[in-house]
């Protein structure tokens, strides 16, 4: 398995000049797709 260091290259580019710490949980929550009290599943962990 190759080491993923989650820098911001790994992001998608729609997801690489968004300056995440200035917005609200819930807006990141948004726009990754990802309920936060839910989580993701295996599948969508392993693929992300």
Same mark, same amino acid.
């Given at each position: 398995?190759?080491?993923?260091?989650?820098?911001? &290259?790994? !992001?998608?580019? $729609?997801?690489?000049?968004?300056?995440?710490? +200035?917005? *609200?949980?819930?807006?990141?929550? &948004?726009? !990754?797709?990802? $309920?936060?009290?839910r989580?993701?599943?295996? +599948?969508? *962990?392993?693929?992300?």
């Open positions: 398995m190759p080491d993923s260091t989650g820098g911001p &290259a790994d !992001l998608a580019p $729609d997801h690489q000049d968004v300056t995440w710490y +200035a917005l *609200a949980p819930g807006e990141v929550a &948004a726009r !990754l797709d990802v $309920d936060p009290a989580g993701l599943t295996a +599948a969508q *962990a392993k693929q992300r």
